[in-house]
């Protein structure tokens, strides 16, 4: 921590440093701002009580800040460009025009940037008007089916004529597929004039922006019941020993050790260097955990469109309990959502890491492991090396996202925090990256030249 407030300190006092983290900040206000700006024709109590349950839904409403809950314009967020990236990461390895794309350097990735801002453009489409068909099905209360469709701030619930339910749909999905786009303009803005990645800092921004709520929820807890003091005193404790963890493992890796030949070119020698290859235990960051939770929640979310909340109140038994089976508090969820963590990450890995083109280069560059020949057993090598790192890795993805859901069944008051983990990755993700980020950018503004 004190490493942290030291480089932010350094970085404050250097001008043009200063200046960037002041527009960085300057953009995610007006993030927050925008998160805040109320769509027409929405009922903001009826999403609440939409988004509160156990579904993709409020994986979302997490991820957005609680903008989707609240039915604003930013309510897509970061969600439809985070989707675009991971769809056309994946793609790159399966199609080979994108795959050449990625190895051209700065201006194929200009290009790729490209195809992801319009397929994140054509999700955005896509989520705003599923979104706009579940609010317009409304939801079960007391009185019978409520829908969130308001026409000029009075609920009507189907008795709108057609002019007022085209015009409506018309303007709910286009402010949420316009805020969707000026969260990638927001971002690019603070990739081009701020500090750190843009759609990182507005994912943490997101996060971070609920803190406030959670509090006041633990104030709540207690003030209901004073037993509940301790209980929330000890999950501070944990969380704060869980922040500590998660830096330990972002940072940890396995370093292979790799000797360069000398070689002599004319009358002089080069080479005969020894450096390391660096394989971190959590390479795959959270991108495991945002797969095998967009996969879990989608049975609740199907199964939530035709009023099937896992309640009983549908009166089909047999889909009620597919929709408490996959309910994020249950032991079964957990099982299979640490099951599918692991498998993710394996996944990720290798989508992302080539033992075979790493062997490769270090004989092209006259680079070996020691104890090892050039070839195949370094690639072997380094595919087993990495798959027990992997294996490390993915069980601390694991035991991250699942530990709120176990502390949710010792209290469940704190069924809120089943998302805890996931969130409390990004965010310390984020940090850690911003940090790199300003003091490579301090060492490079202050580091001598050979003039000096």
């Known amino acids: 921590m004190n490493g942290m407030l030291t480089v932010f300190r350094n970085a404050w006092v250097d001008a043009q440093l200063r200046k960037k983290i002041l527009y960085t900040l300057f953009i995610l206000v007006l993030f927050r701002l925008g998160s805040n700006i109320f769509v027409p024709f929405l009922d903001n109590s009826a999403i609440a009580q939409m988004t509160s349950g156990a579904s993709l839904l409020n994986y979302l ?67 705003a008007t599923a979104f ?39 303007t709910i999905i286009a402010c949420f597929v316009a805020g969707a786009s000026v969260i990638i303009w927001l971002g690019d803005r603070i990739n081009e004039k701020g500090i750190g990645n843009g759609i990182s800092m507005i994912l943490f921004a997101g996060i971070v922006a609920r803190l406030p709520q959670s509090i006041g929820d633990f104030i709540a807890l207690c003030k209901s019941d004073m037993k509940n003091i301790i209980f929330v005193a000890l999950v501070v404790v944990i969380f704060a020993a869980m922040v500590w963890f998660v830096i330990f493992m972002t940072n940890a890796e396995r370093r292979i050790p790799v000797q360069y030949a000398k070689r002599v070119v004319g009358r002089k020698m080069y080479g005969g260097q020894s450096t390391h290859i660096p394989i971190k235990v959590a390479m795959s960051g959270v991108m495991p955990i945002i797969f095998a939770m967009s996969l879990m929640s989608l049975p609740q979310t199907i199964l939530f469109f035709f009023h099937i909340t896992g309640d009983g109140s549908s009166g089909h038994s047999f889909w009620e309990g597919v929709a408490r089976f996959f309910r994020t508090t249950s032991p079964a969820y957990a099982i299979i959502y640490f099951v599918l963590i692991i498998a993710f990450n394996y996944f990720y890995v290798a989508i992302t890491y080539n033992p075979v083109e790493i062997a490769n280069n270090l004989k092209k560059n006259n680079g070996a492991i020691p104890g090892y020949r050039p070839g195949k057993p370094t690639s072997d090598f380094i595919y087993n090396s990495l798959n027990k790192i992997t294996l490390f890795g993915a069980i601390f993805l694991g035991i991250i996202a699942i530990f709120p859901i176990i502390l949710s069944w010792i209290n469940p008051n704190f069924s809120s925090l089943s998302l805890g983990g996931t969130s409390l990755l990004i965010v310390v993700g984020v940090a850690l990256e911003t940090v790199r980020s300003l003091e490579s950018q301090i060492m490079m503004r202050h580091h001598p030249g050979f003039l000096d």
């Open 61 to 127: 409403d997490v991820m957005t800040g609680g903008a989707l809950g609240k039915g604003t314009l930013l309510a897509m967020s970061i969600t439809p460009y985070i989707n675009a990236s991971i769809i056309i990461q994946l793609l790159t390895v399966a199609i080979p025009p994108l795959e050449r794309l990625s190895k051209e350097g700065e201006e194929g990735r200009k290009k790729l940037n490209m195809i992801t801002k319009f397929a994140s453009l054509g999700i955005a489409i896509f989520q």
């Open 132 to 170: 706009y068909f579940t609010l317009r099905n409304g939801i079960n209360d007391n009185n019978g089916v409520h829908t969130a469709i308001l026409r000029y701030g009075d609920v009507r619930d189907g008795n709108s004529d057609t002019f007022s339910i085209v015009l409506s749909a018309i």
